[in-house]
């Protein structure tokens, strides 16, 4: 059966500081991978997307994921975070024809200012 | 650039009253998604739609009911309903043409039960 696993509930951090979320996936087949941003009291918002190449992808807002077969995962990092970034972000996987997206639970990022 | 519209954004019914929720997806986006997330939890796929035609199905409960309209406009029917279904109920569409899983999500209905 299709999964995602998110590592972390909760993550806060302060401004400046790095970000790395953790994402594993279990996916019989080809796999698309997503990550979606959630701002407070908004709609899901596409991050980043990988469907195949190059296994680094850069997104917006300077976020980027790093694809790695051999471990299943799909980690999205920020080299420096920002007081805006606070939000909730949710990694999801995708690979049938019909399109529906699994969702992992998701990690709310809190940053300091 | 044109978004996927939902309406209500807000509703408050009580237990066992039914509810509709309305979904406009991007202009030529001819497959719709219905979602829902209920507090602190990940979005759940209840059902999609491709032209017309029920395309999959997820954990969308008896009581619900979803269609998609010849203008692809699609409309989900809640019955019967209860306090477990208050959340928000995301729509997105996507064009099958475009390339795999790219939706793009509305702003979602809050549907609040009590």
């Known amino acids: 059966a299709q999964s995602v696993s998110q590592h972390n509930h909760h993550v806060i951090l302060s401004e400046a500081a790095s970000l790395e979320l953790g994402c594993n996936y279990s996916?019989?087949?080809?796999?698309?991978l997503f990550w979606y941003v959630q701002y407070p009291g908004q709609h899901l918002q596409l991050l980043l997307k990988?469907?195949?190449?190059?296994?680094l992808v850069k997104g917006i807002k300077g976020f980027e994921a790093e694809f790695i077969k051999s471990k299943f995962s799909f980690n999205l990092r920020k080299p420096s975070v920002q007081w805006s970034d606070t939000a909730e972000y949710f990694c999801?996987?995708?690979?049938?024809?019909?399109?529906?997206?699994?969702f992992g639970k998701g990690t709310k990022l809190s940053v300091k200012p | 650039a044109a978004g996927v519209i939902q309406s209500p954004r807000h509703l408050i019914k009580e237990k066992r009253e039914t509810a509709t929720l309305k979904c406009y997806p991007i202009?030529?986006?001819?497959?719709v998604y219905w979602y829902q997330q209920g507090p602190g939890q990940d979005p759940q796929f209840l059902i999609s739609?491709?032209?017309?035609?029920?395309?999959d199905k997820g954990s969308i409960p008896d009581r619900f009911s979803a269609q998609q309209f010849s203008d692809y406009h699609s409309e989900l029917n809640m019955s019967s309903l209860e306090l477990g279904d208050s959340a928000l109920y995301f729509c997105?569409?996507?064009?099958?043409?475009?390339?795999?899983?790219?939706?793009?999500f509305g702003a979602g209905s809050r549907l609040t039960v009590l």
């Open positions: 997105a569409s996507r064009h099958r043409g475009s390339g795999a899983n790219v939706l793009t």
């Open positions: 996916y019989g087949g080809t796999v698309n």
């Open positions: 990988y469907f195949s190449g190059d296994p």
């Open positions: 999801a996987v995708g690979g049938g024809s019909q399109g529906n997206l699994i």
């Open positions: 202009p030529r986006h001819d497959t």
């Open positions: 739609f491709y032209e017309k035609m029920q395309s």
